[in-house]
T-cell receptor, first 112, second 115 residues
Framework: GESVGLHLPTLSVQEGDNSIINCAYSNSASDYFIWYKQESGKGPQFIIDIRSNMDKRQGQRVTVLLNKTVKHLSLQIAATQPGDSAVYFCAENGGATNKLIFGTGTLLAVQP | EPEVTQTPSHQVTQMGQEVILRCVPISNHLYFYWYRQILGQKVEFLVSFYNNEISEKSEIFDDQFSVERPDGSNFTLKIRSTKLEDSAMYFC?????????????FGPGTRLLVL
């Protein structure tokens, strides 16, 4: 069935560096994608979303890129801070009820 | 800022017992969801709920599971006879319905441990 998966389970970066977290999705019909941040013991927290009619969307310190040709999604975090340390999930909109299909997650570890 | 709330934060129960997990979605939201996350794994969809009925459910959501919106604010997930493999974090989520694609907002979760 359709699935969303992540290439890198763990990413370690130095404070102040930029981070890039990648995600592959398999359902070419998906029209909406979301990045969530999950800190230990907490629920997924919305970071940024993008619709399939866009290639790029920017927020505060974060940018999401969507490459529909290769079904690839990435999250870029500028000037990574210790507070960015968390697990990051990509999710795609799955069907008429807009249920979310999550990827396996990437642990971002920011080294001071 | 409005947020989804869930109670209890932790629940320990014996195998075979019934549990009810409670959620209060964001007040102007109309779509409600339950997800679960087994330790160390990804978040999995369980069920979606709209207009007082289930709109979609996953394979996980078998006859032991049920959902209810007993009043205008609460949204509950009941597991009738818990199994060891039901141990997980359970997240409630909600979203508005303006006819377009919108973000779901998640609660902090209930950690269920079945012994």
């Amino acid at each position: 069935g359709e699935s969303v998966g992540l290439h890198l389970p763990t990413l370690s970066v130095q404070e102040g560096d930029n981070s890039i977290i990648n995600c592959a999705y398999s359902n070419s019909a998906s029209d909406y994608f979301i990045w969530y941040k999950q800190e230990s013991g907490k629920g997924p927290q919305f970071i940024i979303d993008i619709r399939s009619n866009m290639d790029k969307r920017q927020g505060q310190r974060v940018t999401v890129l969507l490459n529909k040709t290769v079904k690839h999604l990435s999250l870029q975090i500028a000037a990574t801070q210790p507070g960015d340390s968390a697990v990051y999930f990509c999710a795609e909109n799955g069907g008429a009820t807009n249920k979310l299909i999550f990827g396996t997650g990437t642990l971002l570890a920011v080294q001071p | 800022e409005p947020e989804v709330t869930q109670t209890p934060s932790h629940q320990v129960t014996q195998m075979g017992q019934e549990v009810i997990l409670r959620c209060v979605p964001i007040s102007n939201h109309l779509y409600f969801y339950w997800y679960r996350q087994i330790l160390g794994q990804k978040v999995e969809f369980l069920v979606s709920f709209y207009n007082n009925e289930i709109s979609e459910k996953s394979e996980i959501f078998d006859d032991q599971f049920s959902v209810e919106r007993p009043d205008g604010s609460n949204f509950t997930l009941k597991i009738r006879s818990t199994k060891l493999e039901d141990s997980a974090m359970y997240f409630c989520a909600s979203r508005r319905d303006t006819g377009g694609l919108e973000t779901q907002y998640f609660g902090p979760g209930t950690r269920l441990l079945v012994l």
